[in-house]
């Protein structure tokens, strides 16, 4: 199954780039959704699952943790409309849509992306969304974003 | 055994002083001169010298550190100088309580608690700094334009609001609340500009469900307040304001990153209000007025809900204007107006205010006031909480 992509930016260019942690913690996120693949920590020990990353597995203690691939399926969780520009870059990007989505395939945990489509869009909390890799592909990074599945 | 563990009615508030308070960029003299002028009008005040004070406590990074201070004031002996962690409005409290444990512990006999705040000389907490690069955490959340605290703080009282069906009602209650107080106090920076329901619907949206008048304001200016022993208090110049009992810290993995705390639609409050009650043996039924840190009125909201004034349920039928208003609501809060009207001083502004309401000095005083509750930082990471009692 090929996961959904595009090139083009849901937010003007001009915000703060990801890197991944200068101490390595998840180099293999930002390298895995570069290959438009959705991981998660997942402990070896007790099999939990847990995003963000850490160097410890926070339900066993365990620090033999790897990342897992899971289905780029969700929900919202919660979401908001933004007005106000924070960032110089977003003077005339707002509105703008930001999800909360949580992943029921990966033990609930959540991400942070942008609800793709018209931000005036009437959104449903609950409602089942796919990611969509938006490339970005002079900062050579990958950005995961959602859209309703219909 | 356990009773000799606890700063319960050991300690006092004796003294509170505060600048002017500015819009953002308005204070016409440095911060550190903002923070000294607060600490001077506090020992004033106290009946004290600024040569007693022998510690000071603050939080949120301030600027303004301890030995600076020292040195500036001429301070003999600087006996206790302590930060606490986190952001925001979290450590208002949480200071006056380290504090309070110097002075228990016998590290410190006049320990000064403050906080100066030029946001208008230095960086605006409502903007994002411009970085080229960001990692963990936020690598998860500002390339989507997830940056500002009322954005981060916009998706948790959105989740509560769906779970519980809040209508927008109750924060533009907290709001107006705030401004009526406001109204009344000289000092606010909004005073003579009051808020209708009109005004709060019509203002722009910032971040959906928060209007503009449903964030804390930006501004210059300092305060500060003076601790000692409730012994030394009882004969300084002030009626003091018993220290019954205070509380910090955090639920379970509140700061899991990427917005992944375990109980998401939380001002994380449950565990530190139950300890706050405990050390003070008095309920929520108990509590006559209360400051509750606004840095967004979603916050205020949940917050409400963690010290047991209402259930999640009856958030509509409570967050009303006649309930939160002094002096005859259920649960007056915000007196002075708080972060949202009278002046954002991350907070210590409440402590000030919290203290008047024990004195009966307060521009919107609560008659017969007993007990007067402080909420310091709602959905941050640690919060605080502390009583003062009359
Ligand atoms: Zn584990």
């Given amino acids: ?150 | 055994m356990s009773e000799d563990f606890t700063i319960r009615d050991r300690v006092a508030i004796a003294g509170i002083g505060e600048t002017t308070y500015y819009r953002r960029g308005a204070a016409p003299v440095s911060e550190f001169e903002l923070t000294l002028e607060a600490i001077l009008k506090a020992v004033e005040d106290a009946g004290l010298a600024a040569t007693d004070i022998d510690g000071f406590a603050s939080y949120s990074n301030d600027r303004n550190d301890p030995s600076r201070l020292a040195t500036a004031l001429g301070i003999k002996d600087l006996a206790f100088s302590n930060m606490f962690w986190g952001g925001g409005g979290g450590g208002g409290s949480g200071a006056v309580a380290n504090a309070a444990a110097a002075i228990v512990a016998g590290y410190a006999e006049v320990v000064v608690v403050y906080r100066g705040l030029a946001q208008g000389q230095f960086g605006r907490f409502g903007q994002a700094a411009p970085l080229k690069h960001v990692s963990w955490p936020m690598s998860y959340t500002a390339p989507y334009g997830l940056l500002s605290p009322a954005q981060t703080f916009a998706m948790r009282a959105n989740r509560f609001m769906y779970e519980h069906g809040v209508k927008q009602d109750a924060l533009a209650a907290i709001a107006m609340a705030s401004y009526h107080h406001a109204q009344s106090n000289p000092r606010a920076v909004m005073y003579g500009r009051p808020l209708s329901r009109e005004d709060y619907d019509n203002s722009r949206w910032i971040v959906e469900p928060f209007h503009l008048f449903d964030c804390c304001q930006e501004n210059d200016g300092a305060a500060a307040v003076i601790l000692t022993s409730a012994a030394r208090a009882r004969d300084l110049k002030q009626k003091p304001a018993y220290i019954l009992a205070a509380s910090q810290g955090s639920d379970f993995r509140q700061s899991a990153p990427a917005h992944n705390a375990p109980d998401y639609p939380s001002s994380n409050f449950k565990t530190v209000a139950k300890r706050l009650y405990a050390m003070a043996g008095v309920g929520p039924d108990e509590v006559d007025v209360a400051q509750v840190y606004e840095n967004f009125t979603g916050g205020v909201m949940m917050s409400i809900v963690e010290h047991g004034f209402c259930k999640p349920d009856e958030v509509n039928e409570f967050c009303t204007f006649e309930t939160l208003t002094a002096p005859n609501g259920k649960l007056p809060i915000n007196t002075s107006g708080g972060n949202l009207a009278e002046c954002y001083m991350h907070g210590l502004e409440l402590i000030t205010e919290a203290v008047r309401q024990v004195r009966g000095t307060s521009t919107c005083q609560v008659p017969d006031v007993n007990i007067s509750l402080v909420a310091s930082g709602p959905m941050v990471s640690p919060v605080s909480d502390l009583i003062l009692r009359a």
């Fill in chain 1, 1 to 150: 199954m090929t996961a959904a992509s595009t090139t083009e930016r849901y937010l003007p260019e001009g915000l703060a780039i990801p890197a991944a942690s200068p101490d390595g913690l998840d180099t293999e996120y930002w390298a895995a959704v570069r290959r438009h693949e959705l991981v998660v920590q997942r402990c070896n020990a007790c099999r939990g699952f847990q995003f963000g990353p850490e160097w410890i597995c926070h339900q066993c203690r365990s620090l033999d943790l790897a990342w897992e691939q899971v289905q780029t399926r969700g929900r919202i969780y919660s979401w908001e409309r933004v007005w106000h520009p924070v960032h110089p870059a977003l003077k005339n990007g707002c509105p703008y849509v930001v999800v909360l989505v949580e992943l029921p395939q990966a033990g609930n945990v959540r991400m942070v992306g942008n609800l793709l489509g018209d931000p005036m869009q009437p959104i449903v909390i609950g409602s089942e969304v796919e990611a969509v890799f938006e490339d970005h592909v002079e900062d050579e990074v990958t950005l995961v974003q959602w859209r309703i599945v219909n």
